[in-house]
């Protein structure tokens, strides 16, 4: 029983390190499949599922939270994201998404920007953006 009681700081704290993906509060939908996601955070996909324009946030590629995200929830790499928006800027048939410095200037951002998708690690979330489930 000490035992479980001593370990329940580090679940809670584990759990508030896990990275959610969220979009601005209004239009949008609640659930993404990992494909559309993958999509998205590509640049291939310009819109939501229910057509509404998209808004692709990200932290910087050398940020420990955009690495977990990348690969954890679109399972691909940093490097090979950063191949797909570095072929359509220089090809002029895409641009990248909007990069921003620090979790709570991406919570900011996709709060106050219809359309907006990014992610952070749930400690930072508050009730100004939607978290979007991965199907």
């Not at 990200?58 to 977990?68: A, E, F, G």
């Amino acid at each position: 029983m000490l035992l479980t009681l001593a370990l329940l700081p580090l679940s809670v704290q584990a759990d508030d390190r896990s990275v959610v993906l969220i979009a601005h509060p209004q239009g949008s939908s609640p659930a993404l499949t990992r494909d559309t996601t993958r999509a998205i955070f590509a640049m291939r996909q310009r819109s939501w599922p229910d057509g509404q324009a998209a808004r692709v946030f990200v932290l910087p590629n050398s940020h420990p939270v955009h690495s977990r995200f990348v690969k954890e929830r679109l399972t691909v790499y940093p490097h090979q994201l950063q191949l797909a928006w570095d072929r359509m800027v220089f090809s002029g048939t895409g641009q990248a998404p909007s990069q921003v410095n620090s979790q709570p200037e991406m919570l900011e951002r996709v709060a106050t920007t219809p359309g907006a998708i990014g992610y952070l690690e749930r400690e930072y979330l508050d009730d100004r953006v939607q978290v979007i489930t991965m199907e």
